[in-house]
Structures are given as C-alpha cells and as structure tokens.
T-cell receptor
C-alpha cells in the first residue's frame, strides 16, 4: 500500500506568515508523529497523536506551533508568525500502534524555507 | 532522558569490504533501538530494530546490528559493502515505559562506499 505522504514537498514563505503542512499517514496506523530535521542533524520530536488527541506535545518549540488530527487520520502542522529559524525539513511518521517496538514509517518531508 | 551518540560524522569504506557504523545510547529502562537510512531528498527508511531476545538482529538489504547492553551500543554492520549503500544512517532509541512515544535520533553518519 501507499506510504506516508506529505504536502507540499517544498514551501517557501516570508517571515511573519502563516503556514500549514499536511501529513497523510499509512491507512490503519493509529499513531502519528511530527519531527523536525535541521541541516546536519537528526530528526527532533515535535508532537505525537494517538487517534485524534495529541498525547505528547512536549517537543513543540513554542506556542507558534500547533498541530491537529481531527478525524484520526490526516494531520496538519500549523506554524504562525514564521521565523527564519523555523526553516527545516518537517517529517511526519506513523506507526500501527503506539507500542514502543513498532517501527515508525516516515514520509518524504516538507522542506520549509522562511525568507 | 534519552540520548544517542554516533561518534563518526563520516565513514568511508571500499566496495566489498565490511562496514560498521557506530551507535551508543543512554536511556532509563529497557531500550528499543532502531536504524534508519536516508537517501538524498528522500525520507527515512527503516532498516532494522532491536526489541528483545537475540542480540544480533538482521534487517533489510543485508544489514545487521549487534546489541551490547554492557557497552550500551548498537553498531550497524554489513559483511560486504555496495556502492548503493552510500547514504546517511541514523540510529534511534526509544525507552520502555509510560510516556515513551518519541524516537530520539543521533546526528547521523554519512557512509561513502568507494568503488
């Protein structure tokens, strides 16, 4: 079946603008994760959803970042008043369950550039 | 807190030679360990994982990894490297226990296989 998909693949915006990044997980996967990967670094955790609820949002850097998953499938990461430091690749992942041993399957990412 | 160290930013190996990419970790509780590979402009691909049981785990594309609890290591290995193995490799850890949702990644090791 299809893997995790993310749109757009690239997003260029100006400082101060609002952006939305979309993630479509693998069908049937209940757990969904957002990570952020800066150049030369490994991915860093942002937020985790189990079903529709955000079970852990401890990785969100500040209140400009928000994510939703209203129907327990597609998720949207929202960034308000973007800053140049927000430029990174935003990765979405899903896993069948939230069990620690379940591998997470990653999408290709959205490359966000804030000018 | 959990952390992962990949001590080598880059590993160079001749085609046909064995390769090792090193990873050490620090977690409280039992670790769940993962290796992912990232090709240019593509998402992370799962290679293999250690949950419990046999310390030597086998994964995709002929890769294997050895879990060593006393040395808190999980080195990735392959008996004979291919040029197509050239990519960025990430080690990740997740601990067992309540509130364990996120993967913590190392900074990555760039593997170059020389023809």
């Amino acid at each position: 079946g299809a893997g995790v998909s993310q749109t757009p693949s690239n997003k260029v915006t100006e400082k101060g603008k609002y952006v939305e990044l979309r993630c479509d997980p693998i069908s049937g996967h209940t757990a969904l994760y957002w990570y952020r990967q800066s150049l030369g670094q490994g991915p860093e955790f942002l937020i985790y959803f189990q079903g529709t609820g955000a079970a852990d949002d401890s990785g969100l850097p500040n209140d400009r970042f928000f994510a939703v998953r209203p129907e327990g499938s597609v998720s949207t990461l929202k960034i308000q008043r973007t800053e140049r430091g927000d430029s990174a690749v935003y990765l979405c992942a899903s896993s069948l369950t939230r069990r620690e041993g379940d591998e997470q399957f990653f999408g290709p990412g959205t490359r966000l550039t804030v000018l | 807190a959990q952390s992962v160290a990949q001590p080598e930013d880059q590993v160079n190996v001749a085609e046909g030679n064995p390769l090792t990419v090193k990873c050490t970790y620090s977690v409280s509780g039992n670790p769940y360990l993962f290796w992912y590979v990232q090709y240019p402009n593509r998402g992370l691909q799962f290679l293999l994982k250690y949950i419990t049981g046999d310390n030597l785990v086998k994964g995709s594309y002929g890769f294997e990894a050895e879990f060593n609890k006393s040395q808190t290591s999980f080195h990735l290995k392959k008996p004979s490297a291919l040029v197509s193995d050239s990519a960025l490799y990430f080690c990740a850890v997740r601990y067992s226990g309540a509130g364990s949702y996120q993967l913590t990644f190392g900074k990555g090791t760039k593997l170059s296989v020389i023809p």
